[in-house]
């Protein structure tokens, strides 16, 4: 069972065995506004469910919503001679540091070469904290000083990897708002860097948001996506807490696929996201048998 649906699904469970597995749609929309589900994506399950739906009725919606593109996102092929190259994007404080060591990790575990880009230079701290985490896991790195341009950073970093032979190149970028215009204009200008830099090589973008905001998440990733095309989300933040509806709100109105999900603070902590498992651990939640 997933942990950040457990008291939604323990209350849902216990309405059905009081109203003999039906419930008021009322009571079903709170429970999903809890789940942090997007209002309209509620109303448009709702408006297909009777008045009392049974545990049937509300599953087969659910699987009709719900059910996620499995789709990988491109990746180099396996017999490539260029590095994927991934630029990770988002807000500040959704754990985009964190999360790109958590990625260094995963492909580390999987016997490839990685290079990190401390491409956030607009904090020192951001690459002190990234400096940091290539040192712990002895991988290296490519920084600058701070306020230096970040597609220079970009650029020299996919130069680096392409002279080392690594498998995977991970730049980080300046935590910026979604409604920040020029900031976000230089992330198109980093991305358009990035191919020229490495014109034959796999460039995918990955959005990092923080999977406690609810509504503002789904709203960062549609503006995001507006300024470059995000091939893959992280959801970040989902230990300890009931929500995680947003992963249901991007993947259904956004088509973006969600890759991983970050469930704490440790290197180890990045669970690949299982579209498949996520429907049916969520639709087990919501029917528990009250025998």
């Not at 739906?53 to 996102?73: G, H, M, N, Y």
């Not at 491109?74 to 990770?88: D, W």
């Not at 490519?142 to 341009?149: E, L, N, P, R």
């Not at 503006?223 to 992963?247: A, H, Y």
Request: proline fraction near 3%.
């Amino acid at each position: 069972m997933l942990s950040y649906l457990a008291k939604t699904a323990q209350n849902l469970a216990s309405i059905f065995a009081d109203k003999s597995d039906k419930i008021d749609k009322d009571i079903l929309e709170e429970l999903f506004i809890e789940a942090d589900i997007d209002y309209d994506l509620i109303e448009l399950m709702l408006s297909h469910l009777p008045k009392y739906p049974s545990r049937a009725q509300v599953q087969e919606q659910l699987a009709k919503l719900f059910a996620l593109d499995s789709t990988a996102i491109p990746q180099a092929p396996l017999e490539s001679t260029l590095p994927q190259i991934t630029l990770v994007i988002g807000v500040n404080g959704a754990g985009k540091t964190t999360t790109i060591a958590k990625l260094a990790y995963h492909y580390l575990q999987q016997g490839q070469k990685v290079l990190l880009g401390a491409g956030d230079t607009f904090r020192a701290a951001a690459i002190e904290q990234l400096q940091l985490w290539a040192s712990k896991l002895q991988v290296p790195i490519i920084a600058s000083q701070q306020g230096s341009d970040p597609s220079a950073l970009a650029y020299d970093t996919i130069q680096a990897g392409l002279a080392r032979g690594v498998q995977h190149i991970i730049i980080d970028t300046a935590g910026r708002l979604h409604n920040q215009v020029n900031l976000q204009k230089e992330l198109e200008k980093i991305d358009r860097t990035c191919a020229k830099a490495a014109p034959n090589a796999n460039v995918r973008k990955i959005l990092i948001l923080d999977g406690t905001q609810g509504s503002q998440a789904l709203a960062q990733a549609r503006i995001f996506s507006q300024s470059v095309e995000i091939q893959g989300v992280i959801v970040t933040k989902l230990d300890g807490t009931s929500k995680g509806g947003v992963i249901l709100s991007i993947a259904h109105y956004l088509q973006i696929p969600i890759l991983y999900l970050g469930m704490g603070e440790k290197q180890g902590d990045l669970i690949p996201f299982d579209s498949d498992a996520y429907v049916q651990n969520l639709l087990d939640c919501f029917f528990i048998s009250d025998t």
